[in-house]
């Protein structure tokens, strides 16, 4: 079955390609790129902000958790809307989806640069994650119906490579905004980006050619968004709360679980349905998304708490600390198209495999970094590291698509997707409580001998220990916090090479072989 669908994309993409100039096939790349890019950006430009957002005069005196939830309600709505944004980009055409979720998008940022409370801004995020499920399936999708056979593997590798442009820019855009303008900018700097892509979109993208469309699954979408809503919440409030044996954290996550099950029951029953669950029996489609989340799992952690201490260890500001994130971008943009002549040459599962433990072995160097580690050694850690994922993303993703038919693959798309922000929230949360639970325990005998309170809030962060100190006119805390900090650094870090390092043998096992699956 599979071997049929992987047949059947290839005549109707390269139909359509082969009519298409060359130099139209670029700037409808340049296009989806900036699709792509837009939505990733969000990913992280907000990051920089949370200080300014907490300020009650300058921002809107959020609490800690309202901080978590801004951030974490895009990605939550992101994640679980992904595969019904395939699938309703499958059905209706994915020009049209993606002319409809950057019109969302544009109007949900909008809407979160005008807002005056917290509450709002968590509702308004979650507005903004709906319109990019609905982008982000579309613009690979796309690039399977622009490009044949011969240039998709390219054209994929460009595509994968702007997201870790986005890792930098975020940061950077964010950081660059706040110093002249008030918070609300960060989320404005969307609106040109929006308007250029629908402009682009419809001179420059095909409509849906689809003679015979295909059929809903309302019942496989609804229990696909139920199942993923529930699970992904589970994690999310399991890295808030830092506890993972609660009621409020186990009872989504096991009710998610079940409920995917029996999404699993009725896809394989239905004659049509939104997700074909029997292509998880090809080896290389079960081998690239799996491995694409564990890419995800340390990438993602391993920005989370880099970010933490160039701003906070290191003192930098927000514009600062983006401008030495740009190694990570440069490095994802060599590593993508590289990877592809090399897949060519040696087969995807020794490239992927070699290149993801690369990838461990820059995440296990985190161990060798202290509180004044030189930052051109940092520099050429990131490079190195970016090059080794951008080397291991690009190759997955294109296999994805491969197995899939013209049809499916907005469905095939979204699960690539999915999985890319599943991991993305699993490495958050789960690197992230491991990081919480070592500092408080690094941290608590230097907080011997402070008032009660004073040393419960202390034991928050490192940067709750600096404001401790701070209004204690405690200076040695601030090194403690340092220290504790960079230990902590270390020990989750070796957590994330492992999960990479296991990703290389799932791709080694998954493409052992250069033919079938």
Known sequence: MVHQLAGHEPDQSAAGASRTPAGRRRLALAVLVLAQLTVWLDNTILNVALKTLADPAEGLGATTNQLQWSISSYTLIFAVMLFSGGVLGDRYGHRRLLLTGTTVFAASSLWAALCDSPGELITARGAMGVGSALIMPATLSLISAVFDAGERAMAIAIWSGSSGLAIAAGPLVGGALLER???????????????????????????????????????????????????????????????????????????????????????????????????????????????????????????????????????????????????????????????????????????????????????????????????PWFWLLLFVQGAAMGAAMAPTTEAVMAVLPQERTGAGSAVNNSMRQIGGVLGVAVLGSLLTTTYRSEIKPSLVGLPGPAAEAASGSAEATRQVAAKLGRPELVAAADQGFVHAMHVTSVLGAAVAGLGAVVVLVAFRRREGG
């Open 181 to 375: 303008f008030w918070w609300g900018s960060v989320f404005l700097v969307n609106l040109p980006l929006a308007a250029v892509t629908v402009i682009g979109a419809l001179l420059l993208l095909p409509a849906a050619r689809n003679a015979s469309r295909t059929k809903l699954d309302p019942i496989g979408v609804l229990l696909s968004t139920v199942g993923l809503l529930a699970v992904v919440y589970g994690l999310i409030e399991g890295g808030h709360r830092n506890e993972w044996t609660s009621p409020g954290v186990l009872g989504p996550i096991a009710g998610g679980a079940a409920v995917l099950v029996v999404f699993v029951l009725v896809e394989l029953r239905v004659s049509s349905p939104s997700l074909d669950v029997r292509l998880f029996g090809n080896t290389r489609f079960s081998g690239a998304t799996v491995s694409v989340m564990l890419t995800y799992f340390s990438l993602s952690g391993a920005m989370f708490y880099t970010a933490f201490y160039l701003q906070g260890v290191r003192g930098q500001t927000p514009f600062e600390a983006g401008l030495n994130l740009v190694p990570v971008a440069v490095g994802v943009l060599t590593g993508a198209p590289f990877s592809a002549a090399l897949v060519r040459r040696f087969g995807l599962g020794p490239v992927v495999s070699l290149a993801m433990l690369v990838a461990a072995g820059t995440f296990l160097s985190y161990v060798r970094i202290g509180t004044d580690t030189p930052m």
